[in-house]
T-cell receptor, first 113, second 113 residues
Framework: NAGVTQTPKFRVLKTGQSMTLLCAQD?????MYWYRQDPGMGLRLIHY???????AKGEVPDGYNVSRLKKQNFLLGLESAAPSQTSVYFC????????????FGSGTRLTVV | AQTVTQSQPEMSVQEAETVTLSCTYD???????LFWYKQPPSRQMILVIR??????QNATENRFSVNFQKAAKSFSLKISDSQLGDAAMYFC??????????FGAGTRLTVKP
């Protein structure tokens, strides 16, 4: 009963380095999302996908890219990390209808120094 | 744009007593869904309760209940018989069908023994 799996759970990057966060879900959900969580700001949507091969921008997309080549996977990339991207990142997935809520991954704590 | 406001950054309650967390939202939609999520120190996001806007009856899940006032765009969470394990960050969230979820900034609940 895996649900949504995020890797890695922790990471420290130097400014300018790149990295990819992986999200995998086994519930056959159509929709997948990447959020960042910062103190006092709740969760803010970075990018999302409504199906395999599709992606769209959320509230705070700058500095991030995403890809969804397979329905079960949603990748978040940082091409050139900045200290402002220090945050906790959450992946989530859902059915398309609104009443089901999200299933969340356990989060990735990223620190950019 | 839809926004969600949680006006109480922190709340405190004595064990076994009742506490109410406030949430208001702004939307022009008539059909939507509201949620409360709990985030304990483990960082995992846990769905506490959900409410469909078309339902007049307030949702209840064991010790958790909501007071949904659609005209006032208010969605408060009541926790009865508070337990030490209820201590966590609580997020109010809003979603429309086939849309993404928008979160409030969160309320940190402390439970005093």
């Amino acid at each position: 009963n895996a649900g949504v799996t995020q890797t890695p759970k922790f990471r420290v990057l130097k400014t300018g380095q790149s990295m990819t966060l992986l999200c995998a879900q086994d519930m056959n959900h159509e929709y997948m999302y990447w959020y960042r969580q910062d103190p006092g700001m709740g969760l803010r949507l970075i990018h999302y996908s409504v199906g395999e091969g599709t992606t769209a921008k959320g509230e705070v997309p700058d500095g991030y890219n995403v890809s969804r080549l397979k329905k079960q996977n949603f990748l978040l990339g940082l091409e050139s990390a900045a200290p402002s991207q220090t945050s906790v990142y959450f992946c989530a997935s859902s059915y398309s209808s609104g009443n089901g809520g999200y299933t969340f991954g356990s989060g990735t704590r990223l620190t950019v120094v | 744009a839809q926004t969600v406001t949680q006006s109480q950054p922190e709340m405190s309650v004595q064990e076994a007593e009742t506490v109410t967390l406030s949430c208001t939202y702004d939307t022009s939609e008539s059909d939507y869904y509201l949620f409360w999520y709990k985030q304990p120190p483990s960082r995992q996001m846990i769905l506490v309760i959900r409410q469909e806007a078309y339902k007049q009856q307030n949702a209840t899940e064991n010790r958790f209940s909501v007071n949904f006032q659609k005209a006032a765009k208010s969605f408060s969470l009541k926790i009865s018989d508070s337990q030490l394990g209820d201590a966590a960050m609580y997020f109010c969230a809003y979603r429309i069908t086939q849309g993404d979820m928008r979160f409030g900034a969160g309320t940190r609940l402390t439970v005093k023994p």
